[in-house]
């Protein structure tokens, strides 16, 4: 089992900057994929960005360039550092991650980031 718990949520003005981080326990070898989404009010999940074990990271085309995701493998966390925040970034923020020799994703329990304008 893994257990991921998120931090760094919070309320924050439109052009503001917040840095969410996800730490992993339980049993488990090293990640091949960590990764944050987020879901706002009345919305699906959607991707935000993921990095693989070997650093190959992706970005959601409304975060590129504001946002900035980065892992320690030593530590097996997960950062998100968030950049010129808008309103539309409003959601809870979950953390992701893909254990290595296991086809399962495991979420954490959510983190509410609050943009106001």
């Known amino acids: 089992q893994v257990q991921l718990v998120e931090s760094g949520g919070g309320l924050v003005q439109a052009g503001g900057s917040l840095r969410l981080s996800c730490a992993a326990s339980?049993?488990?070898?090293?990640?091949?994929?960590m990764g944050w989404y987020r879901q706002a009010p009345g919305k699906q999940r959607e991707l935000v960005a993921t990095?693989?074990?070997?650093?190959?990271?992706m970005y959601a085309e409304p975060v590129k360039g504001r946002f900035t995701i980065s892992r320690d493998n030593a530590k097996n966390t997960v950062d998100l550092q968030m950049n010129s925040l808008k309103p539309e970034d409003t959601a809870v923020y979950y953390c992701?991650?893909?254990?290595?020799?296991?086809?399962?994703?495991?979420w954490g329990q959510g983190t509410q980031v609050t943009v106001s304008s």
């Open positions: 339980g049993s488990f070898f090293g990640f091949n994929v």
């Open positions: 992701s991650a893909n254990p290595v020799g296991d086809l399962s994703h495991y």
């Open positions: 990095i693989s074990m070997d650093s190959t990271i």
